[in-house]
């Protein structure tokens, strides 16, 4: 080949050659996904978003933890989130019939369990000690928008006991704050879920509710209507229903709802 042409050829060559070394070596493209999140999974979602970080380093989080019905009217009113994950099916029954939810995407992900919890030095042995005079006060989440409240007030009435202690109840905002309550004694028993139990070294389970005594416990999760990163949304929340998220769920004491 002549020099002059092989000479044209190189000069054309190295710009190409170029940008593809420069794409290659782009940053990954970035995305930030809204989270708004049933408070009972703060901890496992924490740790589930690190380890989805690892192996997608361009995806960031923003996370809004409360309660199920509250996290559901937040995006009523316009609210930004890209994924909804609940405590119940109710609240997100009420957004997929407005149209709020990204169709196909919804799947039932979670189960629980309720359980009775007291400070570790207390003397409760059962749902009916709470009748006694050495239970002052009974922190519930308020049944309006918590779900563990509403499951909680399911098993009172159940178990023939909501008229006795609805004087006693103590409403949280959320299971959180229900939790706090008991460890911090400002409250002698309380109604969370098993895993926030679990996660604590400050209360004892004393009993676990009977699953008969309430609707199923069950964690819906799906994209949001109008997300502004729905594909990194359904990402996300594949990855949530896959093996590595699920390991982590199930060490945290969830168990994986049937599919």
Known sequence: MPKRIQSRLCIRVAPLALAVFISACRAPERSTLMLSAAASLQDAI??????????HPGTD????????????????????????????????????????????????????????????????????????????????????SVPAGQYGRQTLLSLHLWDQLSAKLVLGKDVRQVLTYVETGNADAGLVYATDAEASSKVRVIAAAPESAHDPIVYPAAVVKGSRSEEAARRFLEYLGGPAAQAIFLKRGFRMAAP
């Not at 924490?46 to 192996?55: D, L, T």
């Not at 989080?61 to 609210?79: D, K, R, V």
């Open 61 to 144: 989080f923003i996370n809004n933890y409360g309660s199920s019905g509250t996290l559901a009217e937040q995006i009523e009113e316009g609210a930004p989130a890209d994924i909804l994950l609940s405590a119940a099916s109710r609240p997100m029954d009420d957004l997929e019939s407005k149209g709020l939810i990204a169709a196909g995407t919804r799947r039932n992900l979670l189960r629980n369990s309720l359980v009775l919890i007291a400070p570790p030095d207390s003397q409760l042995k059962d749902f009916n000690g709470l009748t006694g005079n050495s239970v002052r006060l009974i922190a519930l989440g308020d049944p309006a």
């Open 46 to 55: 924490a740790e589930i978003e690190a380890a989805y970080r690892q192996s």
